[in-house]
Structure formats: C-alpha cells, structure tokens
C-alpha cells in the first residue's frame, strides 16, 4: 500500500504510525515533489490502524481523519482503518441485479391452502385468517403466555410463481426468500427439518417449479440459512432428546439431559446447535446436507441467519460448501454494524477477508440513509456513508444488500414518515397508520430514500410491499398480507426506471463513490465507473435548488433528486434526468 501526503513543509519530519496486530510500527517517509510517500506491506490479513506522526517546530502533532476528513491533532487521535483481505471474487451477476425480499406465508395465495393436514399432524390445527385484509395476530391465544406466531395466511411458492412477470416487470433478478423449510411458525425461523420445503408452501416440488419458472426470467433464488438454531419441535432435537447415543445429541448443549439446554435469547422453542460439532458442519456441509441440496435444485446462494453468531470457521465450512456449486453461488450475510469491526465470540469476526462471507446486509447505509431523510446533519451521513465504502473491500461493497427495510425493521414509509416506535409495545404499534393528509409527503420521502440505495454502491433490495408503500411496525405488524388490489403507483413506476437506470449506466457497476457536496438539506454525490460517470443530487429540503453538476446548473425539485449520466469519453457527453 503506498501512502502518500501532500505537504509544502519541510522543516518537519512525518512517520507513518502503524498498529499491526497490537503492536506499533513506524515508516519513515521518502520525500517526493509536493509531499512525503510511504510504502507498508501488510504481512497478513485483518485490521490495520494508522495515522501520521508530524515532528517540526511546534512539537509533536498527529494527522487523521476518523470523523470524516483529516486534520491536526495536539493529542493522538483515534486512527484510520486499513482493512487487509486475501483478494477473492463476487458473484457479478449479484452486483448488477435488484433484489426482492419476500415473506412466504404473506405474498401470495393462488387458491386454497397448503398442507394443512400435514401441519396438524405435526404441529396441531394451524389458525388461519379468513381475510386477507387482518392483522396479523400479536395477543396470546389458547392460554400461552406470551405471543407466538403460528397463525397463517396461506402464502406458498405457488404464489412467488405467479407473480414472476410481476417481479421481472420493477426490474428483479433475485429473489430473497425468508425460511421455507417445515416449521410450526409462519417465519419459520424454528426449523423442524433442513431437507423438507414446508407443504404449507408447496413441498419441495414447488420450489423446484419456482426455480426453473424463475430461471426462465432471468431470476435467481436466495434462500434463508438458520443454522445458529433449530426448533424445539425439529427432528434432530426430539431424536436427541430420545437417544443420547444418536449423533444428533452433540447438537445440542444440555445442562441437565434432556430437558435443560442452551437456546437462542431464552427462549425454549428456539435451542441453539454446537457449530462445532463434527456431524452438525457434515449435515449442513456435506455432500447430500443442507447446502448441497437446495442449490442442486436450483438456489443461488444462502442469506445467512444471525452470522454473528456463527463462529468463523464454521462459515468459512459454508462457503467452501456453497462455492463448491461454482463462484457464480452467493453467500451473504447478517451483520447489522460494520461487519470489518465487528466483535463476537470475543474477537474480530473475520467475515469479509477474503474466506467467509460475500457480502453483507447493509444496515449501516439503511440507517445512514433514514438519518437523511430524519433531518440529520447531512455531513455526518455523508461521512458514514463513506467509512463504509473505505471499511468493506471492493468485492464485499459492491455485493452489500441495500434495503429500507426487512422483516426485522419497521416497513419504510412507516420508519420514515411514521411516529416514533421508541420502544411502545404491540399494542401501541397495532392499526397504528400515517394520517392520510400526510402520505403524499411519505412517499415523496419514500422515494427520496429509494433513490439512495438504488444509486451508492451495493445491491439495492426492495421488501415485499414497500413499492405499493405498506405500513407496519415491527414483527409482527411488517408482516402483512401483500395487497393485491392496491392501486398505489407513485414508488412503483420511479423504481422500475431506478432498476433500468443501474442496468444501463455502467458507473452504478462498482464505480467508485465521491462526495461532491453535503451541506444543508443537499447530498451530492457521483458514482465514476470506467465508461460512465453519474452525478446523483438529493433535496430534502422544501425549496427548489440548482445544483452544478458537469459544470451545468440542475435544478431539483423539493424532496425530489435527479441523476445525471456523462460518457467518460470527452466526445460522449450527455444528461440523463431520472426525477
């Protein structure tokens, strides 16, 4: 890596200060015209923190720039970050596509209800919502205790299937299933056996029918991998509760055989596996486990469920598993901070060097993003924005899944528009709507909010609903039935032209992000690809403002955003306006 700073001084000396591993080391620097350049060569893979060390007439003083850009410091400040990987590939296909989160049991239903017989032999008499239009249930029924989501609308990959035409019209090319596997519950996050597609949702026949139907539109599937976990109802679970001889049994960590074990948060439902377990890695691993069958029928790749809980190696087994299908096969994550930062297990979680994950969740633009359309100082969201982009390795950014929301968060418009959650409870949360003299407003917003993760680097990804703008709050009230007579067009349209935009205009492929300006209520930012490059203004503010871009003022609406595109070619020149 070679560093280099600009510098008209030369009555002082400037060291590279690096911590590698926990210890210092220091480079002195090589004077060159207008500066001072430095060459390090990481000895292996991690995290690598850096600053300069200055020593002239006014004594020591130190250069960084955690808080955006650099500066002088008189104390030593916090450090830069160099993230060091071992150099590996991403799938391109996932770079250049739209993804679209669908909740099973809440899309579609194209007829009558699947595997209600099976589900009441296995599990007892599932509820089912007579209308399509309820709420989902969030109150104990039959005496439980405490909420437990098992009532259903009967949304099965039959449904996904139909739809397709729908999907590939705002621009789709993958698909985003939460779990399909059989289970008692709707999200199906307890699972009760890894090698069944659950009846509910077809069986396995129709997610083999799904795959092929998708396939031929050019879409992918990316299935939920809950592997931190089973259901206390799984077969793997009962048979290692029944026989502590069976190899199901080193599953499990029982405190007191067989009634007492370690689960996931407390609760009883959901017991937590021992990824270590040499049987466990070969079930989910193996030839004929978990991830060689569903991609030999047709899967692309593997979200995986609560990755910070699985330990490093056990997903490096993961990846050798999924990538043994061909490097064109997904493995992305859920990491809800900086995933080169993030700590579990009590140490640096390794995710992004280079043998473990793809890519990640990006939750932190999510956040980034809502912060702008909140009314945050607009520096301090430009300056996360790009820590990302400076943290993640170029392979890991440009396959990071941008989002709004997810079945975990608030729906969009409701995290945008609507009022605070701030810890209420579900009975706050339930019928609670944004007044309809404001959804104008909303989706103005919305849209402000779409034109962001549709345009920074990443793979933008819509969650089922949001584009004819669904409300909800958070599990289980994000979780409606889709709305299939809503005639709301105003995301729908802007979305399909956003997906047409990121396929046509080669600077949303990997092309490096700048800041051009973050003031007021104005992000300004380009993307430079290697044929194109875009400019992308945001106005959140309530007045029209004209902004340069490509040395032209462009005006942009209050609460709208525009997107111009030049050929890098000096004879190529041209403005593409998008809103």
């Known amino acids: 890596v070679r560093f280099f700073m600009e510098t008209d001084r030369d009555d002082s000396k400037i060291t590279l200060r690096l911590w590698v591993d926990g210890r210092e080391e220091l480079i002195s620097g090589a004077r060159e015209e207008g500066g001072v350049s430095f060459t390090y060569t990481p000895a292996h893979s991690g995290i690598v923190w850096y600053c300069f060390l200055i020593d002239g007439p006014e004594g020591r003083r130190y250069y960084s720039g955690t808080e955006g850009e650099g500066r002088i410091y008189t104390e030593q400040p916090d450090s830069y970050q160099l993230t060091v990987y071992d150099p590996y590939e991403t799938p391109d296909w996932f770079k250049n596509t ?9 899309f579609r239903r194209p007829g009558e209800i699947l595997g209600i017989e099976e589900h009441t032999r296995l599990f007892g008499v599932p509820r089912i919502h007579e209308s399509w239009g309820d709420e989902p249930d969030y109150l104990p029924v039959n005496g439980q205790r405490y909420y437990v989501p098992e009532d259903f609308f009967g949304g099965n990959l039959y449904g996904v299937k139909e739809k397709l035409p729908y999907l590939k019209s705002l621009g789709v090319g993958c698909i985003y299933l939460n779990p399909i596997f059989l289970s008692s519950t709707n999200h199906r996050y307890n699972t009760a056996d890894y090698m069944t597609v659950d009846p509910m949702l077809g069986g396995d026949r129709a997610l083999a029918e799904l795959a092929a139907a998708a396939k031929e539109y050019g879409i992918r599937l990316m299935l939920d991998g809950v592997f931190s976990h089973t ?4 077969v793997y679970f009962k048979e290692a509760q029944s026989n502590p001889h069976s190899p199901c049994r080193d ?5 007191e055989y067989p009634d007492k074990y370690r689960c996931w948060w407390g609760f009883e439902t959901l017991p937590e596996v021992q990824e270590e377990s040499p049987s466990y890695v070969e079930f989910i691993c193996g030839k004929g486990g978990v991830i060689d069958t569903w991609l030999n029928l047709g899967a692309s790749g593997f979200r995986l469920d609560v990755a910070d809980e699985l330990p490093d190696d056990f997903i490096e087994k993961i990846r050798a598993a999924v990538k043994s299908h061909g490097e064109d096969k997904l493995l992305l994550g859920e990491v809800w901070e900086d995933a080169t930062t993030k700590e579990a297990f009590g140490r640096r979680r390794t995710y992004l ?3 473990g994950l793809d890519a990640v969740m990006n939750y932190p633009f999510r956040s980034a993003t809502l912060d702008y359309l909140h009314g945050a100082d607009v520096t301090a969201v430009a300056d996360a924005l790009m820590q990302i982009c400076e943290h993640y390795p170029a392979p890991a950014l440009n396959c990071a899944m941008n989002f709004l929301s997810t079945h975990d968060t608030e729906r969009a418009i409701t995290a945008i528009a609507g009022e605070p959650c701030n810890g209420h409870d579900r009975y706050w949360q339930s019928k609670r709507v944004i007044p309809s003299g404001q959804m104008d407003e909303a989706i103005r917003r919305e849209l402000l909010g779409y034109a962001m993760i549709f345009t920074l680097p990443g ?4 969650y089922y609903g949001d584009e004819i703008a669904m409300q909800g709050y958070r599990d289980p009230f994000n979780r409606a039935f889709f709305d299939w ?6 995301l729908r349209g802007p979305i399909k032209t956003l997906a047409a935009l990121r396929r046509s205009c080669d600077a949303f492929d990997g092309g490096r992000l700048e800041i051009v300006r973050a003031e007021g209520d104005i992000l300004h930012y380009r993307r430079v690809g290697v044929v194109q490059t875009a400019e992308i203004i945001l106005n959140r503010g309530p007045h029209l403002i004209a902004e340069e871009a490509f040395g032209k003022n462009t005006e942009v609406n ?19 306006s998008v809103y």
């Open 98 to 106: 739209i993804v679209y989160q669908i909740f099973p049991d809440r």
């Open 231 to 234: 259901g206390s109802e799984s």
């Open 251 to 255: 599953w499990y960590d029982f405190t």
């Open 353 to 355: 060097r280079g043998h």
């Open 459 to 462: 793979v933008p990804c819509v």
């Open 485 to 490: 007579n809503s005639t709301e067009q105003r």
């Open 558 to 576: 209050p609460g709208g955003f525009t997107v111009l595109v030049e050929d890098n070619h000096p004879e190529h020149v041209g403005y593409f």
